[in-house]
């Protein structure tokens, strides 16, 4: 089956510690992205990529960190520096058009800090 | 800056009763528009999109979509809604000159018996 596969599907961090979250994607699309999701503050952009070895911060990027070393896997590095990390994240890829007609996204990580 | 608000964060219905959820947009020359489902602990799904055309969209699950230009409104209906339907929905916008969605804030739709 075609789709994005995030890992793990829960994840708990240590005040200090960088943690990784997975995104892989089967689907041949160029473009990936990631949002971070809050109660009643919608999807927000943290990171997107529409080609390997290239990616461009969204609107809340700071305290995060990605790299687009394969087509087919975009990581996201959650660092010290982000001091509110708990929330569900989404990663999300789409095939390169100028409508960005659909997005398909993973089930999510939920990120809790201990 | 391209944005999109969903007035209502929560709404309340019966079971086979209609419903409406409600999304206003930024204007722009060329907008599209888009309304995602998401079922809880799950990520997002396309329910229906805007993209040119027929101002009237219909959506997978019986769900339809009407574009306001004048209005710049997208509002999501359902004539009958059932259990199942219990869901967050998002409305999203993509102006002309932007690449990536920017997605409202979302309305958890609550169906009750």
């Known amino acids: 089956d075609g789709g994005i596969t995030q890992s793990p599907k829960y994840l708990f961090r240590k005040e200090g510690q960088n943690v990784t979250l997975s995104c892989e994607q089967n689907l041949n699309h160029d473009a990936m992205y990631w949002y971070r999701q809050d109660p009643g503050q919608g999807l927000r952009l943290i990171y997107y990529?529409?080609?390997?070895?290239?990616?461009q911060k969204g609107d809340i990027a700071e305290g995060y960190s990605v790299s687009r070393e394969k087509k087919e896997s975009f990581p996201l590095t959650v660092t010290s520096a982000q001091k509110n990390p708990t929330a569900f994240y989404l990663c999300?890829?789409?095939?390169?058009?100028?409508?960005?007609?659909?997005?398909?996204f993973g089930s999510g990580t939920q990120l809790s800090v201990l | 800056a391209q944005s999109v608000t969903q007035l209502d964060s929560q709404v309340p219905v019966f079971e086979e009763a209609p419903v409406e959820l409600r999304c206003n947009y930024s204007s722009s020359v060329s907008v599209y528009l888009f309304w995602y489902v998401q079922y809880p602990n799950q990520g997002l799904q396309l329910l229906l999109k805007y993209l040119s055309g027929s101002t009237l969209v219909k959506g997978i699950n019986g769900f339809e979509a009407e574009f306001n230009k004048s209005q710049t409104s997208f509002h999501l209906r359902k004539p009958s809604v059932h259990i199942s339907d219990t869901a967050e929905y998002f409305c999203?916008?993509?102006?002309?000159?932007?690449?990536?969605?920017?997605f409202g804030k979302g309305t958890m739709l609550l169906v009750s018996p």
């Open positions: 999300a890829s789409s095939s390169v058009s100028a409508t960005n007609e659909k997005l398909f």
């Open positions: 999203a916008v993509l102006n002309s000159g932007y690449s990536t969605l920017t």
């Open positions: 990529s529409q080609i390997v070895n290239d990616f």
